[in-house]
């Protein structure tokens, strides 16, 4: 699964974490955490669902670049509470979005 290693290298990386440490927590060997963050093996439903857990993320933080699902269904539910907001609290929170995207991409 390309990409999903790279993701769980960045949210430990993000929570400040070691490999060791992370490694430790999830109960596997810091050599095979690196191999999944080089995407050299990719693990198991349960190991990662451990280390999931152990970052203290949601699946979706570490499968945004796998699961292309997730992010559509979640910009659903977000374009569906933005628009039972009143009209100019949507315009005001586009007009957020807007910068922020222009700013994730400098």
């Known amino acids: 699964m390309k990409g999903l290693g790279k993701r769980i290298q960045k949210c430990r990386e993000e929570a400040g974490m070691t490999q060791e440490a992370l490694a430790e927590r999830v109960g596997i060997s810091w050599n095979y955490l690196g191999a ?7 693990p198991k439903l349960t190991t990662l669902v451990r280390i999931i857990n152990a ?9 945004l670049d796998v699961l292309l699902v997730g992010r ?3 910009c659903t539910k977000l374009e569906e509470k933005l628009q039972s907001l009143p009209e ?3 315009e ?3 007009r957020i979005l807007d910068f922020l995207i222009e700013e994730e991409r400098k």
């Open 72 to 74: 559509k269904a979640r």
């Open 88 to 90: 100019k609290k949507q």
């Open 55 to 63: 970052l203290e993320v949601s699946a979706d933080d570490v499968m």
């Open 92 to 94: 005001k929170l586009l």
């Open 36 to 42: 999944i963050e080089r995407e050299v093996k990719t």
